[in-house]
């Protein structure tokens, strides 16, 4: 099962990196479809169990549906028996299914995926973990500017083991174009 999942991953990222752009402007100005932005994920300050996770990205629009990026991960979690720091690395692709919800509301509705190496160091017996994810799931796209926008995402991870991250993940991002 985790051979057919992974290959259908793989087939969801080879052809949004490899789809022809639909519209005639992104070829015109190819800097405008670049965009930068980070995610808060899993935040928890609050208890005695703290989480702080920041997830900075670069990403490309290949046409007006489809976009693709790389960022890094850093993550921090803490409770009073032991700390983890965590740091890693992600590829992503994403496809708009709705456009526009309603004329009078500005939000999307996109399907996300994404591929992450995590390494992990555990601060109380100095030990070290490389993990795998898949992250697959839904996610909301609000403008909040001309060109900038507050994305609300709802991610499963399909690898799942004994210490795995919590289903589901929860993200909130901000995006804004590179120029």
């Known amino acids: 099962m985790k ?30 479809n670049i965009f930068l932005g980070v995610y808060l994920n899993d935040l928890n300050l609050w208890s005695q169990t703290k989480i702080i996770e920041l997830s900075p990205f670069a990403g490309y629009r290949i046409s007006p ?22 740091w890693g690395a992600n590829g992503f692709t994403r496809y708009t299914v709705i456009k526009k919800l309603h004329l009078t509301l500005p939000v999307s509705i996109f399907v996300h995926a994404e591929y992450e190496y995590i390494y992990n160091i555990n601060k109380k017996n100095e030990s070290t973990t490389e993990r795998l994810h898949y992250w697959t799931g839904l996610g909301l796209s609000q403008m909040i500017g001309s060109k900038s926008f507050l994305n609300i995402l709802v991610l499963w991870n399909l690898h799942q083991y004994e210490q795995a991250p919590i289903n589901p993940s929860f993200r909130l991002g901000f995006i804004f174009p590179f120029f």
């Open 3 to 32: 051979l057919y999942i992974s290959i259908l991953y793989i087939l969801l990222l080879s052809t949004s990196v490899f789809a022809s752009p639909q519209d005639s402007t992104a070829n015109k100005h190819s800097k405008n």
């Open 65 to 86: 549906r489809i976009e693709v990026g790389i960022g890094t991960k850093f993550r921090l979690y803490r409770n009073p028996l032991y700390s983890i720091y965590s």
